[in-house]
């Protein structure tokens, strides 16, 4: 029975989303359902229209219609069914999860909706202005259409600060210079209170503990200038309390380490340094490690922004559960030019050791298939310095399958790997100051991969990184490598698969460099951070550069005997992504690279090499399937365990994501892109890179549905090739869903 209400449960669903269901046929014949609302805006003539203020206005048009998802008011069909059955337990179901009440003409509050639109332009300045409103009815539906007339709006004159013998009228003269109020700008409360929020930060800057926007008055004048004009004048409020008129100073400065609020009989150790006092029990956190990271000091004059610093700063360590900065505010009177705060950080570890463990059933778009293990170990707090330490062990295991002519090819690959992050600069001289955002990490890595390909052949790859990591400002990242040695050993060749070396000196040239030791740096640029940004960018930089220290040193084409790779590498990805409604994000993705080998080297090295098509790229296409340019399958030789990969890549993505229901996401996408070599090669016709790069590219398109739970994003993504560019010239474009693939991926493609 169960499973019989299931499937109608789910046939339900499936018949609304697919339109078969209108809500329309259960409108009651003396009601029209409200489909929404329009406003047309004219100005006074003259006047330019102020940007956005379309859409400011059209948002406060109520109320909302009923939502519709694929063009389906499936909400209020569901709500229909219950009106129709009302005793059915599954239908009930229904309504509760996904069901909306009907929205007619008749809730319309027309007067209201014109008052809400006329109060909004005259905080914008509009006084005085005509607003009509028209019913547009239909047979079942109805729409409202809102005519607007401004009048010409009102003009600042002169912005000026009232005087006064208090001292903080004059730190706010300071800042006049920088008003958001200029002579002939428009009356805008927005701009006021925006113009507020300046003066209070900058007044709390400068010591100001209890100082408040709204102790800020502002008076506007009409009388004493022309038509339209009016001048604005600034004073605090007459019955401010005293308090709030005077600067703040830190008194003292203590710190807890090891704070635990139900370990109050604990005996505490006391270390003095540098004007601040530290109370630990024990030795939990070094106050010499711990000193850097906090930029309050004793004397200084309060400011909040130090205080957010000093907070970043602390749980950037990832060695504290919470930062608590608590000012204690000492007794005044009036005869007090200033106030005193007593500061107190309280900083409750995480627990110190952690283990975690990770299995996977990885699936990828090459038919391999298999399940992967992994282990890692961390401690928060190494040496009591905040030092982290990662040690973690993997092992996975694939296999191909679901295609005939591969049956049997096998993939075994363990790892383990061990890291140990700073939060400081370990370098020669003085940087205190140098990073106001952030303290830079230093992070040393070592570990060792073995991979075992089947019958082919056995890696065993080491790789040592040395290097600093941190952050410019809120959207800026960056990190550099100086030292970063990659050792590659073939252990062992199967006669198979030398013979395919042996066929491909491509291939065979990217498998003898051993031996990568170099410079790697990246930097981003991330606007996402930004919530509220309704346009943002995306943009990461990286460079990796190869072999110039070992050759100047010692050249030649070996290093202690074995061989390196000499080149240069760099690719920028940039994205834009752009917000609107409900969750609905346009993002558009441009990613170019290239690399060259020279000197020592003649091809990249194999794990250098670029390369396009899988979930993560072009998805009508399988995992690194694409080029070199118009290089076919065919010409490799050899079947598709082996990745085909390049010098250079050019990849260009439009995706449009938009909201199904609660944590179910949909989109639609274009992708297109392909991979070169920068030389020709013989034995890879046409991958070469030429003007005619354009006409190579491989392109894509599809749908794709997300389970988006907090951030955590399973994706499944079905695209067909729309262009194949190993196909002849003039036979390229071509449509066949049979040649469809279904990418399942973790996380969103970029």
Known sequence: MKHKRWIYISSMIAVCLLGSCTALRYVPDDEQLYTGGEVKLHMAEGEKKPKGLDRELAELLRPRPN????GRRVGLTAHYLVEQDKDDFLVRFINKKIGEEPVYLSDVDVSRTIELIDNRLENRGYFGNVIDSEEKVGKR???????????RPYVLKDYTLSTDCLP??????????????????????????????????????KGYFNFSQNLLIFEADTNQVGDKEFNLYLRLKRDAPYASLVPYQIRSLEVYPQYVIDDKNAEMDTVFLDSTLYIQEGVFFKPKRLKDHIVLREGQWYNPQKSKFTSRRLSSLNTYKYVNIDFIEQPIDKTDAQGYLDTKIYLSPL????????????????NFTGPALSLTYGNRNLFGGGEKLNVS????????????SDEGLTSAQLGLNAEVIFPRLIFPGNFQGRFRYSVPKTKVATGVDYLDRSSYYRLVSYLNTFGYTWRGNRRVRHQINPISINYVNLIHVSEEFQEILDENAYLKGSFEQQFIAGLTYQFVYNELVDSEDSNALLLKLNVDVAGNTINLFEPGEEFIGIAYAQYA???????????WGRSNVLVGRVFAGVGYAYGNSVTLPYSKQYFSGGPYSVRAFRIRSLGPGTTSPDDFNTDSFFDQTGDIRLEANVEHRFPIVSILKGAWFVDAG???????NPDLPGGKFTAKFLDELGVGAGVGLRVDIQGFVIRLDWATPLKDPTLPVGDRWTFDLRDSILNFAIGYSF
């Open 67 to 70: 939502k519709k998802i694929l």
């Open 141 to 151: 539906k109805a729409r409202m259409s809102y005519t607007v007339q401004t009048q």
């Open 168 to 205: 903080i009228y004059e730190v706010i003269q300071e800042t006049m210079e920088e008003t958001l109020l200029e002579s002939g700008s428009r009356f805008d409360l927005y701009v006021l209170t925006a113009e507020r929020e300046r003066i209070d930060t900058y007044l709390k800057s």
């Open 351 to 366: 627990s110190k050791r952690s283990l975690r463990a990770e299995v996977q059933a990885v699936m990828q778009s090459n």
């Open 393 to 404: 062990a993997s092992v996975g295991y694939e296999a191909q399958i679901l295609n005939g």
């Open 569 to 579: 590498k760099a690719d920028i990805d940039l994205q834009n992504h752009y917000r």
């Open 674 to 680: 392909n991979v070169w070599l920068v030389r020709d």
